[in-house]
């Protein structure tokens, strides 16, 4: 599980319940540092890397075979973190991208072969 944004309050409640559930692991992109310290630091990276970096950090982290992404944020960072799952997720095991927030942009540029390269089931939550 990617938890896209998970140093806020939301963010910090997601991990908690990934972990209730099951998951072997959760990686938490975030960009702030001192929150971050309650996890390891092989699980948290920082969103203010510059764009060559953060792609690189979201290319090994997909390469993990991600299952399931809550992403708070959207904006710039969903346009490097697609691509990536894309190129990684095998054809078998379909990655749920659950876009739950828009901190970092509500709009996105996205090519489409993003879409039909990969097993990616985009989906939303409604705010109530």
Known sequence: MLINGATGSAGQLAVQIARYLGAKKSLQPGAMRSRSRRWTPMSVFQ???????????????????????????????????????????????????VQVGSLAGADIALNGAVLRSAPLLLMGQRDR
Do not use: C, N
């Not at 992403?71 to 078998?92: C, F, I, Q, R, V």
């Open 47 to 97: 969103l203010t890397a510059d764009d060559k970096t953060l792609s690189g950090q979201f290319s090994a982290v997909s390469a993990a075979q991600i299952d399931v992404v809550i992403d708070y944020l959207w904006g710039h960072s969903a346009e490097l973190l697609l691509p990536a799952l894309a190129k990684y997720t095998p054809a078998g095991s379909p990655v749920r991208y």
